[in-house]
């Protein structure tokens, strides 16, 4: 079982890898010519995430497509889909469930380190930096789990909402007794409360939501 599925219930399947090469035998023909030329490490990310998401797909019962991206960057999934990727430092990984079970599902994955200098002041209100400040338990670096989180919630968001949402625009209240998390959503939107859970694994911090319809 992958790390993120402890993170995730049945209706949700994550896959997740940490292969060493990019193995170009896993791309479809429509998703290698989206990608066009790009550098080696994007290249793994694009191929692996998709091999992830591909193989959540199948595990679903349902039938494996290519996956293209919109606009905005969001995979675009098949019909009777949602799901999110990740990937970070030579891990990827993908969590898929069907449409009619799930409303969106959001997941991200970091190196377990602390954030750039400058950074937490720019993703934080003053309230999450005080739980940062103090700590918390099973992750060595709090800033960066929030930074996680604050990323699943976009990929939880967006296919949803279609619009943008900001750092300010979500304040993250962490239970460590459950490893679990609460988000309000204080901008204008289809969703305005989240719930998630977190852990760090291998030094990779990793979070996952799941929106119910
Ligand atoms: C899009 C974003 C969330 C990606 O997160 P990241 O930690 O940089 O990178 P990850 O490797 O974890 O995720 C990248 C994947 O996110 C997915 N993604 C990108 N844009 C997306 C969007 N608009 N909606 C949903 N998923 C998206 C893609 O699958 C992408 O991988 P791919 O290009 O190989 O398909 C981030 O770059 C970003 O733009 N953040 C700003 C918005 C934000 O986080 N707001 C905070 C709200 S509280």
Redesign the pocket.
């Known amino acids: 079982m992958s790390a993120l599925q402890l993170l995730l219930s049945q209706h949700v399947v994550a896959v997740e890898t940490r292969a060493e090469s990019t193995d170009e035998s896993l791309l479809w023909p429509e998703e290698d010519a989206f990608l066009g030329d790009v550098v080696a490490g994007r290249r793994w ?2 191929v692996q ?1 998709r091999r992830c998401a591909r193989l959540g797909i199948q595990q679903l019962g349902l039938e494996p497509r290519p996956i293209l ?1 919109g606009p ?4 675009l999934w098949p019909s009777g889909v949602v799901g ?5 430092h030579g891990f990827a990984a993908a969590a898929v469930a069907r449409s009619s079970d799930l409303r969106s599902v959001g997941v ?3 190196p377990d380190e602390p954030l750039p200098k400058g950074v937490l002041k720019r993703i934080s209100h003053s309230y999450e930096q005080e739980w940062i400040a103090a700590g918390v338990a099973g992750v060595a670096a709090a800033d960066r789990l929030l930074f996680c989180i ?2 699943a ?3 939880t ?3 949803v909402a279609q619009v943008w ?3 300010e ?2 304040l993250v209240e962490i239970d460590e007794g459950t490893y679990s998390f609460g988000v309000t959503i204080t901008a204008e939107g289809p969703i305005s409360d989240l719930a998630g859970r977190y852990q760090s694994v291998d030094g990779i911090v990793m979070a996952a939501i799941e929106l119910c319809h």
């Open positions: 990310d694009w995430g991206a905005k960057r969001e995979p999110a990727i990740t990937h970070t991200d994955a970091e604050k990323e919630v976009y990929k968001w967006f296919p949402l900001g750092f625009d979500a």
